[in-house]
């Protein structure tokens, strides 16, 4: 089976833009969740996606928005980047109900300038 | 919420053995999770142990989990150069608490 992918995997974007990453998770997973992980904060979650809806939602701006797709890819989107958006963007699939066992994709990498 | 804590660094030779520690918060988790993140990659998830066990064993890994004091632990036997890493733990249900990570750095 092919592992997590996610796209585009660098990205430089300047303050005030807005960004779409996309995740695509293993095949017959509909768990998707996504992470922010930085040096300072370490990993934190985003949000997680079941059957197209959000189910649970972590301390983040509204500016940090997602959605997935009824063949379980999921984007998320950052709009008005602040320069503090600068992270590895994580995103994981789960075969099950719940996100409790995850497969992790590489990442995009964000930078903001 | 979940606080799950982790000491920063950890440092072993080569062939000896690794224990890394994790401590939580939320006694109601239901699967205790370990990941491990090797530079530039996502995070490998490497084993878990379900709340209601003490030991769980997996080839060179070793979990312990103590649920009186919400303390779990990931011991690696015959530790390897390519053991080097990030390592997480993760308690959690429904929605996972990463901990701050663990940096193992195995001397040769």
């Known amino acids: 089976k092919a592992g997590v992918t996610q796209t585009p995997r660098y990205l430089i974007k300047t303050r005030g833009q807005q960004v779409t990453l996309s995740c695509s998770p293993i095949s017959g997973h509909r768990s998707v969740s996504w992470y922010q992980q930085t040096p300072g904060q370490g990993l934190q979650f985003l949000f997680e996606y079941f059957s197209e809806t959000q189910r649970n939602k972590g301390n983040f701006p509204g500016r940090f928005s997602g959605r997935q797709f009824s063949n379980s890819r999921s984007e998320m989107n950052v709009s008005t980047l602040e320069l503090g958006d600068s992270a590895l963007y994580l995103c994981?699939?789960?075969?099950?109900?719940?996100?409790?066992?995850?497969?992790f994709g590489p990442g995009t990498r964000l930078t903001v300038t | 919420g979940e606080d799950v804590e982790q000491s920063l660094f950890l440092s072993v030779r080569e062939g000896d053995s690794s224990v890394i520690n994790c401590t939580y918060t939320?006694?109601?988790?239901?699967?205790l999770y370990w990941y491990k993140q090797e530079p530039g990659a996502g995070l490998q998830l490497l084993t878990y142990?379900?709340?209601?066990?003490d030991m769980k064993q997996d080839q060179r890994l070793t979990v312990l989990l103590n649920k009186k004091d919400k303390h779990l632990s990931l011991r690696i036997a015959d530790t390897q150069t390519g053991d080097s890493a990030i390592y997480f733990c993760a308690p959690g249900y429904q929605k996972v608490t990463f901990g701050t990570g663990t940096k193992l750095q195995v001397i040769p």
């Open positions: 994981a699939s789960s075969p099950a109900g719940t996100a409790a066992e995850q497969y």
């Open positions: 142990i379900f709340s209601n066990m």
């Open positions: 939320d006694s109601s988790s239901t699967y």
